[in-house]
C-alpha cells in the first residue's frame, strides 16, 4: 500500500518571495514616528501661542493703566451737546473750544506752531459739529471726499480718509472727515487732523481718536435739556422750545417762567404717607366734610399713558360738589386752601415711597410743556411725566 503525501498549498505563490518581517515594521514604526512629531510641533506651537498670548494680555493691561487715553479713565469729562443732541468722552489732557456749532478739542506736542492762532504742526485736532440735517456738502467733504485715501466707517461715523502718512515724512500724521446721523435726522460732523514733526510724538487717530468715538452717543432727542436741583434733590426733562425758562425760588421750581406751570417740594415725616401729609400740613383746622384727600395709583400727570413708576403714589384735595354743573361756582366757595385744592387744570400732589421724607405739588393748568418733540396727544411725555427724586 502506497502512502500517500498530502496536498498542502504553500503559505506564499513559490513565484513571490516571502515579505521580510523587518521591513512591514519598519513602515509601522515610520508612521507612528511622524504621529509623534506631529503631536510635538502642535505640542510646542500650541505652547509658543499661549505664552505670546499672556504676554500681550499683559502688555495690553499695562498699557490701559498706563495710557491717559484709555476709554475707561475715570477722570475723563463729557462734554454734551443740547441743540444736536450728542455728548462723548475725552481725555483731561485734550483742550476744548465750545463754538456756536459745536465743539473742537486740540492737543499740542513739543513742535506746536504758535497754538494761539490753532496752528500747529505737531499735535492732533477733532472737531465735532452740528447740523440739522445731512446735506450734499457734507456729503462732499466725508463720504464723497475726491481722492479719499480709504473709507473711513467706526462707531457710527462713516467717511473719508483724506491723507495717512507714516515715518520718516517730514510732518506724518492723518486726516479724517465723516459723519453721524441720529433716528431724528440730526447730524454730527467730525473732523481730525494730526501732525508728528517730532520722532518721539505719534498723534494717531487709532490711538487719539477712536478711545474718544467710542464714547460718543446721540442723546435722547435734541432740544431736550435734563434740570437737575441739587438742593431740593429732583430732576426732569423739558423740551427747551417750551420750557425755558427754568425759575428756582425757595422751594418752588416754575417751568416756563414765573407764569408757568410749577412744582413745589414739602418735607414731612418719613413715617406719614401722603395723605396723611397732606392733611397735616395743609387741612390741620378744616373739616373732612369741606375739604378731603383724594389718593389714587401713581399715573401720567396729564392725560396719557403712566409715565410712573409704580413707587410713586398721587392724592388730591377734593370738596363736595352737589351739582356738576355748577362746579366752578363750588369751586370758588370752597373751604379748601385754593392754591392746593383740585381745579378745572391739572394739579396734584405725588411722593416717592422711596424717599419718604418728601412730596410734591404740581400746578400744570390746561396746556402741556412737553419732554420731546411731538403732540400730547400722540401720547409724548410731559416734563412732569420725567419728574424724578434724587
Known amino acids: 500500500m502506497e502512502t500517500q ?85 475725552y481725555p483731561t489732557n485734550w483742550t476744548k473750544s465750545e463754538n456756536s456749532n459745536g465743539v473742537t478739542l486740540t492737543m499740542f506736542g513739543p513742535g506746536v506752531h504758535n497754538p494761539d492762532d490753532g496752528v ?39 467717511g473719508s480718509v483724506i491723507y495717512d502718512t507714516k515715518k520718516p515724512e517730514h510732518d506724518w500724521g492723518s486726516g479724517i472727515k465723516a459723519y453721524s446721523v441720529s433716528e431724528n435726522g440730526k447730524v454730527v460732523h467730525l473732523d481730525w487732523s494730526s501732525s508728528n514733526s517730532f520722532d518721539n510724538t505719534d498723534f494717531n487717530h487709532q490711538k487719539d481718536l477712536l478711545p474718544i468715538l467710542a464714547t460718543f452717543r446721540f442723546t435722547e432727542t435734541a432740544g431736550v435739556k435734563t434740570y437737575t436741583s441739587q438742593k431740593l434733590g429732583v430732576s426732569f426733562q423739558y423740551l427747551v422750545s ?7 425760588e425757595g422751594n418752588k421750581i416754575y417751568v416756563g417762567g414765573k407764569d408757568g406751570q410749577w412744582v413745589e417740594v414739602f418735607s414731612k415725616n418719613s413715617n406719614d404717607d401722603l395723605a396723611a401729609a397732606i392733611k397735616k400740613q ?31 403714589e398721587m392724592a388730591s384735595i377734593s370738596y363736595p360738589v352737589t351739582d356738576p354743573e355748577n362746579f366752578l361756582e363750588a369751586m370758588e366757595n370752597t373751604k379748601c386752601p385754593k392754591t392746593y385744592q383740585s ?34 396727544n400722540e401720547g409724548k411725555k410731559t416734563w412732569q411725566d420725567t419728574f424724578k427724586v434724587n
Request: hydrophobic fraction near 35%; glycine fraction near 6%; include cysteine.
Open 343 to 376: 381745579s378745572n387744570g391739572v394739579s396734584y400732589f405725588l411722593a416717592d415711597k422711596n424717599y419718604p421724607s418728601k412730596f410734591f405739588f404740581f400746578s400744570i393748568g390746561q396746556y402741556a410743556i412737553l419732554a420731546e418733540p411731538g403732540n400730547i
Open 282 to 312: 395743609l387741612l390741620a383746622n378744616i373739616s373732612e366734610k369741606d375739604c378731603y384727600v383724594e389718593t389714587y395709583p401713581a399715573r401720567s400727570g396729564f392725560s396719557g399713558p403712566n409715565y410712573y413708576p409704580s413707587n410713586y
Open 5 to 89: 503525501t498530502p496536498n498542502v498549498q504553500p503559505d506564499y505563490p513559490p513565484d513571490q518571495p516571502k515579505p521580510n518581517w523587518l521591513i512591514s515594521h519598519k513602515i509601522l514604526y515610520s508612521v507612528i514616528g511622524v504621529l509623534l512629531l506631529i503631536v510635538i510641533v502642535g505640542a510646542a506651537y500650541w505652547w509658543k501661542m499661549e505664552k505670546q498670548t499672556s504676554e500681550n494680555l499683559q502688555q495690553a493691561n499695562q498699557n490701559q493703566e498706563t495710557n491717559p487715553n484709555s476709554t475707561d479713565s475715570i477722570d475723563w469729562k463729557t462734554y454734551m451737546n443740547t441743540e444736536y443732541g450728542f455728548e462723548f468722552k
Open 242 to 248: 417750551q420750557g425755558d425758562p427754568i425759575i428756582e
Open 120 to 158: 500747529f504742526s505737531d499735535g492732533a485736532r477733532i472737531t465735532f459739529s452740528g447740523a440739522n440735517s445731512l446735506t450734499e456738502d457734507i456729503k462732499n467733504n466725508t463720504t464723497n471726499w475726491k481722492g479719499a485715501v480709504r473709507t473711513f466707517s467706526e462707531y457710527g461715523f462713516i
